[in-house]
Nanobody, 118 residues
Framework: VQLQASGGGLVQAGGSLRVSCAAS????????MAWYRQAPGKQRELVAQ???????NYADSVKGRFTISRDNDKNTVFLQMNGLKPEDTAVYYC?????????????WGQGTQVTVSS
């Protein structure tokens, strides 16, 4: 099982970016998919998560600015980030809970850098 993230980059404050994360490999299903971020010198934190049924949850710091969505047919999760602020600068990691032949397992993507300039 693999998670491949893409779409990060450099943007000015107030701008928008969309990051994507596609799952591949052998699994029966994907339960919760989520985005986390880690800024230099800080702990990794949950940004947003979405269940297989589309129920979402957001960190207070991104509510109203970020939108998480998923395409279950393509096993892909997206994070649309609007109104970006310099404090959103971080490496963004996708995470997903898979059901495989071994049971339920949790995997991380490789991370994608998002940099917001002031």
């Amino acid at each position: 099982v693999q998670l491949q993230a893409s779409g990060g980059g450099l943007v000015q404050a107030g701008g928008s970016l969309r990051v994507s994360c596609a799952a591949s490999g052998n699994f029966f299903g994907i339960n919760v998919m989520a985005w986390y971020r880690q800024a230099p010198g800080k702990q990794r934190e949950l940004v947003a998560q979405i269940t297989s049924g589309g129920v979402t949850n957001y960190a207070d710091s991104v509510k109203g600015r970020f939108t998480i969505s998923r395409d279950n047919d393509k096993n892909t999760v997206f994070l649309q980030m609007n109104g970006l602020k310099p404090e959103d600068t971080a490496v963004y990691y996708c995470n997903a809970a898979f059901t495989t032949v071994l049971g339920n397992s949790n995997y991380w993507g490789q991370g994608t850098q998002v940099t917001v300039s002031s």
